[in-house]
């Protein structure tokens, strides 16, 4: 079993920053892969950015260039830097993970909130 645990977040003006982190413990998948997803109110979830065991990056074109995804292997450690918010990155903010092999994420954590005011 794995758990993925959300901290940071909370309320930043438009253009502000704001980071997220996200903490795995629990028999860990070798090579996972690891991402961030989102939920804003009435939306579907969406996929905001993943990181692979190596290192390789994928940005959802919403969030390239403002959006900075890493992580700490040792520490099972993974972060979300994220600049120049807007309101339309309000939402909650989901860690997920699944091996490099697997079709879809199937460890997910509770998701923290980020809320930008404008």
């Known amino acids: 079993q794995v758990l993925l645990v959300e901290s940071g977040g909370g309320l930043v003006q438009a253009g502000g920053s704001l980071s997220v982190s996200c903490a795995a413990s629990?028999?860990?998948?070798?090579?996972?892969?690891m991402a961030w997803f989102r939920q804003a109110p009435g939306k579907e979830r969406e996929f905001v950015a993943a990181?692979?065991?190596?290192?390789?990056?994928t940005y959802a074109d919403s969030v390239k260039g403002r959006f900075t995804i890493s992580r700490d292997n040792a520490k099972k450690m993974m972060y979300l830097q994220m600049n120049n918010l807007k309101p339309e990155d309000t939402a909650v903010y989901y860690c997920?993970?699944?091996?490099?092999?697997?079709?879809?994420?199937?460890?997910w954590g509770q998701g923290t909130q980020v809320t930008v005011s404008t």
């Open positions: 997920a993970a699944k091996t490099n092999t697997a079709l879809i994420y199937n460890y």
């Open positions: 629990g028999r860990t998948p070798i090579g996972y892969v």
């Open positions: 990181i692979s065991w190596s290192g390789d990056i």
